[in-house]
């Protein structure tokens, strides 16, 4: 656990960590790289280099993120597809050169579905055979009175402005965070671990913390952790109003109480950019991202649409999800690039798993699929497994710590329908080995069979490895698979 960097850490060194913004250079290079290669037989060999350019030029590229950019991506050899939304740094070097990508800065005004041109904020016009939406999502801004007073922030991908809030928050002493998902809630521990003895507060209005993620027993150790830490946590309240002069100076919450605050940063989750395809006529779907189908063609099968502003739909329930991940985007982007000029029917997109991880104050608590209580929800009949188990072995191996897990299956069909894991950095890991294994449709039955590697200082013993003894104790709730 302690050779996890902090987000403080990295926010003295990079503050690319901060918001999750390489991302939207990965979801470039997801995409270009499937373009490439299954576009553009001859360049194939040529991807795996250009892959160790994409850590270099996603930091370069956080450090410009404060422009909206339009690439218009040529690969060469190849008709032309234009995708919005993709970073580039703005002068000088052209990171996508080495992919064979031309890319510009403009900002996307309005889609021209007829003559399949872009036109950007320049006058330019762009034109296409093929295009890619992949434009991403704006912070909600919760509609409270007062919101608009100084140094109430909403975590906006944009560098100028994350400065700006990073100095601002140095200086405030009382801090509120709006929100207690993954955002808000490693917020609270970066800035109660800054050492400035400020009081810092995070308002939910679930009653638990990380609950759309976690059900109450993992929420519960990131609970304990932060307010142990001094995070005044106040969770079935909402704020009902900010007051202040010119900026912010109380927050009046709906249970009445009132709470002095200097600054105050809104995490409460974003709403997916619609405007540039809901303008052009394309299909919105039930209004919660831009609709697509499993290629992730949008209703012009010219175009396409991935990330953020992409609608998702839940892998079990196939309910709208409101998941907003850049693993999720670059996996769509990679169907996306996949199937550009041809349906591969191979790589298709058949609902949203949202694995991810958060990392509390040396603990990584990971999630991947429905949660107990939201599989309960969605009408499935569950059993749950657990399992607690050492990370090394034998158990008294120095450095050993305790990696903790539940998986959720059917009680029908003994399939996977989620699973989280608490632990050391090894749970950023085992967790999408879960999600694996739930989009593989996996049953206990196989999860208690599979084959793993194992090695004393590295995982559990071989007889207690976390995935099987969960299974395990599943199974014999199951009885009848
Ligand atoms: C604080 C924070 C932490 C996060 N941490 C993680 C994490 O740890 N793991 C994870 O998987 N996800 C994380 N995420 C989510 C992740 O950042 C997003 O899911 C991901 O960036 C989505 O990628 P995208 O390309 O769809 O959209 P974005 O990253 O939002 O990129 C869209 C781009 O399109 C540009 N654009 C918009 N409109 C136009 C236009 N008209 N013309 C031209 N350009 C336009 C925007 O300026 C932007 O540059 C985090 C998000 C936040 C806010």
């Known amino acids: 656990m302690g050779n996890l960097k902090t987000y403080r850490e990295m926010l003295e060194s990079e503050i690319k960590e901060v918001v999750g ?70 002068a000088g070097f052209n990171p996508f050169e080495k992919s064979g990508i031309e890319s510009r800065v403009d900002k996307a005004e309005s889609i021209n579905r ?26 909600i801004i919760p509609p409270v009175k007062g919101i608009e007073l100084d140094n109430i922030f ?43 003895n400020k009081n810092i507060y995070l308002v939910e209005m679930a009653d638990q913390i990380l609950s759309s993620s976690f059900d109450d027993e993992f929420a519960s150790m990131a609970r304990d952790i932060l307010e142990k830490k001094g995070v005044k946590i106040m969770t079935g309240v909402k704020v009902s109003e900010f007051r202040g002069g010119k900026s912010v100076e109380k927050a009046i919450l709906s249970d009445g109480s009132i709470v002095a605050v200097d600054a105050v940063v809104c995490g409460i989750g974003g709403v997916p950019n619609t405007e540039l395809a809901g303008k052009a006529g394309i299909d919105m779907g039930r209004g919660k991202g831009i609709w697509t189908d499993e290629y992730m063609r949008t209703s012009d099968p010219s175009i396409f649409a991935v990330g953020d502003c992409a609608g998702k739909r839940d892998f079990f329930t196939r309910k709208d999800a409101p998941v907003m991940l850049a693993s999720v985007a670059a996996a769509e982007a990679r169907i996306a690039g996949a199937n550009l000029y041809e349906l591969r029917a191979i790589r298709q997109i058949h609902g949203t798993i949202g694995a991810f991880s958060t990392y509390v104050g040396g603990l990584v608590l990971g999630s991947a699929g429905l949660t107990e209580k939201a599989a309960k929800k969605g009408n499935f009949n569950v059993v749950t497994g657990q399992a607690e188990v050492t990370d090394k072995h034998p158990g008294k191996m120095p450095g050993c710590s305790t990696i903790k897990m539940k998986l959720i299956f059917s009680k029908s069909s003994g399939i996977i329908l989620g699973g989280q894991v608490a632990g050391n950095f090894l749970a950023g890991e085992i967790v999408n ?42 199974l014999k709730k199951l009885q009848s698979v």
């Open 114 to 139: 007829a003559e399949k041109n872009v036109i950007g904020a320049s006058g330019d016009e762009y034109f296409y055979d093929k295009l890619v939406l992949a434009i991403g999502s704006n912070p």
């Open 154 to 196: 909403s975590v906006k991908k944009d560098f100028l402005y994350l400065s700006d809030m990073v100095n601002k928050l140095k200086d405030a002493r009382n801090i509120l965070i709006l929100g207690g998902g993954f955002i808000g809630v490693e917020f609270a521990d970066e800035l109660i671990s800054s050492g400035k």
């Open 433 to 474: 080995i879960i999600g694996m294994a739930i989009e593989k449709h996996f049953t206990a039955t196989e999860l208690e069979t599979f084959q793993m590697a194992t090695h004393p200082y590295l995982t559990p013993p071989p007889t207690k490895y976390h995935l099987v003894i969960a299974a395990q104790d599943a």
């Open 21 to 90: 913004c390489t991302e939207p250079a990965s979801v470039a290079f997801a995409f270009a790289r499937a373009v490439k290669i299954f576009n553009d037989k001859s360049s194939r060999g040529q991807m795996l280099s250009d892959f160790k350019a994409e850590v270099t030029v996603s930091r370069d590229v956080f450090r410009n993120i404060s422009t909206v950019r339009v690439p218009v991506v040529k690969l060469k050899g190849i008709e032309p597809a234009a995708s919005c939304g993709i970073y580039t740094k703005a």
